[in-house]
């Protein structure tokens, strides 16, 4: 592909993009300020806060971004789980596979070298303030481990396709001149090879363009055939340095809240929260003004009666001319003030945190405690509040941000043979699209009225069969058994498949039809016997009588 068209597109997306850059300036230093690098540079080791007055709308987005990784990606338990289609009717050997896959993912995911756990992290405190995030889901420049990385979103830009989703990405990218040639090696410009032998550590600006490869040709002449193509473009040489067809798209950009017409999200947290942590930074400037003039008030002096500068400090002396009669009034005093607009002040910087902590629903990630015993009915009913309050958080985090991750990770190590060869795979699952579930507060909830419901359901029936018998064949005792135990979370491993538990089945039932054919024969013997028993004597008589 040509240099020149490469930067010429991104740089159009990279311009029209400029006005996000001043709102995600104003969030950071609102909110992360730690990010506040969108229109100026930050320099190492100057925090960034000193223009604020209270930390609380950085603790409220702090709190919302931790909450993220520990409600839907916690690490003391499996949190996705690899499904396909009608996964309530899968056999166990399916089941087993993809337990299997799973437990070989997770633990390539976790793998320290891999850094997902940091490149998550910083993504969901991005989620959380700017309504998105850019993580890179590929493998290491040796092609042996997985590499997980969040990228700046200031130096992301990407457009949707026809259909909606994001088919192409330009990043911006500055790594050193011997990274460079560690990752390119003989590809790089001659000139970076030259520059790299006397300042290895300098820095250079490098594009990498993911777009749909229709029209793209490779420099044999040939269109591509997989769906995306990958350019690393080195931008002060105009030199393409690699150049590969792809088949996925190598970013997951999870976005919260998008609105038509725009490619860029927002974080519906901060479009609430926004104004009012400016109103929170000014009423906290002013009560600590206020605060300050409280325990130091402004002093009034007369004039000519000091003999030097105001002194006000603990055991400070203040000289006044000898000559100034006090009967006038004190020579210096403090200026009465009114403070009894300091409560009020305090009520309304308390009620905005009440709405801070609204915003980035911390009021809603968690279940209330009840406040005294409950019955079965109003827990359900709680739960289903919860559950309401809690889908718009949980719904989107899920399915823009968690399930591509997941679904590229499946993909690359499929490719890889990690969870074995083709012929491994069970037939049941040939051909047929992974898809991931997840566990989550809002997910466990949902799951756990599985049971809840199969408890009811045999309670009615056994109520219902006094009344007639038939009803207890309208219930898969064995099928909504299985369903409520998988919904718990209990291995595939653990349980029997459908034909061992068909064939132990008809072995119990053959084993009591023989035990009963066995009761029967035995019951007929005693009957001969006692019925030979009792026929005894007399035959003896006979007997003795023949003889």
Not at 291 to 298: A, F, I, R
Not at 333 to 340: G, H, Q, V
Not at 397 to 421: D, H, K, Q, W
Request: proline fraction near 5%; charged fraction near 25%; hydrophobic fraction near 40%.
């Amino acid at each position: 592909m040509i240099a020149a068209t490469l930067l010429n597109e991104g740089g159009q997306l990279f311009s029209k993009r400029g006005a996000m850059l001043h709102l995600w300036q104003e969030i950071a230093e609102q909110f992360y300020p730690e990010r506040a690098d969108f229109t100026s540079a930050r320099t190492p080791g100057i925090s960034g806060t000193s223009s604020l007055a209270t930390g609380y709308p950085v603790l409220a987005r702090r709190d919302l971004g931790n909450a993220i990784g520990a409600m839907l990606r916690p690490t003391n338990k499996a949190w996705n789980h690899p499904r396909v289609d009608k996964w309530d009717e899968a056999g166990t050997e399916a089941r087993a596979f993809l337990e299997r896959a799973e437990t070989r993912q997770r633990q390539a995911m976790y793998y320290q070298a891999a850094q997902f756990v940091r490149a998550t992290k910083e993504a969901d405190h991005d989620f959380a303030a700017f309504g998105q995030a850019c993580i890179q889901v590929t493998k290491n420049h040796r092609g042996d481990q997985l590499l997980y990385r969040c990228w700046h979103l200031r130096d992301v830009a990407w457009m949707e396709g026809a259909d909606g989703t994001i088919d192409c990405v330009y990043r911006k990218w500055k790594p050193t001149l011997n990274v460079l040639i560690t990752l390119f090696g003989k590809n790089v410009h001659p000139k970076v090879k030259a520059s790299c032998e006397k300042d290895p550590y300098a820095e250079t600006e490098v594009w990498h363009v993911v777009k749909p490869s229709t029209n793209c040709y490779d420099k044999k002449g040939k269109e591509y055939d997989t769906p995306f193509v990958s350019v690393y473009l080195d931008v002060a040489n105009q030199h393409v340095m690699e150049e590969v067809g792809l088949g996925t798209l190598p970013y997951v950009i999870p976005r919260w809240q998008t609105v038509s017409g725009s490619q860029y999200a927002y974080s519906p947290a901060v479009t609430v929260a926004l104004s009012d942590a400016l109103t929170l930074q000014t009423m906290t400037l002013t009560l600590l003004e206020a605060g300050e003039k409280h325990v130091s008030p402004p002093m009034l002096a007369v004039q000519e009666a000091l003999r030097g500068d105001i002194n006000i400090m603990a055991s400070g002396v203040t000289w006044v001319d000898r000559e100034y009669d006090e009967r006038l009034g004190e020579v210096l005093r403090p200026l009465t003030m009114d403070k009894s607009g300091m409560p009020i002040g305090f009520e309304m910087a308390a009620d905005l945190r009440e709405q801070l902590a609204s915003a980035f629903y911390l009021n809603k990630l968690a279940l209330p405690p009840p406040d005294r015993e409950m019955t079965a009915y109003e827990t359900g009913q709680r739960v289903q509040e919860y559950i309401r309050q809690s889908l718009p958080l949980f719904e989107p985090m899920e399915a823009e941000y968690n399930a591509p991750v997941c679904r590229m990770t499946f993909e690359i190590l499929m490719g890889a043979g990690v969870f074995g060869s083709h012929f491994e795979i069970p037939e049941e699952l040939l051909g047929k699209e992974v898809i991931f579930t997840f566990e989550s507060p809002l997910h466990d909830a949902i799951e756990k009225e599985k049971g809840q419901r199969f408890l009811e359901a045999t309670s009615l029936i056994a109520n219902a069969a006094a009344a007639d018998p038939g009803v207890i064949h309208l219930l898969d005792v064995k099928k909504a058994a299985r369903d409520v135990l998988h919904s718990t979370g209990v291995p595939a491993a653990w349980l029997r498949t459908e034909s061992e538990v068909d064939a132990l089945t008809d072995a119990d039932r053959e084993a009591q039809q023989a035990q009963q054919l066995l009761q029967q024969m035995q019951q007929g013997a005693n009957v001969a016997k006692t019925i030979g028993d009792t026929a005894a004597p007399a035959g003896t008589l006979n007997t003795g009588a023949v003889l």
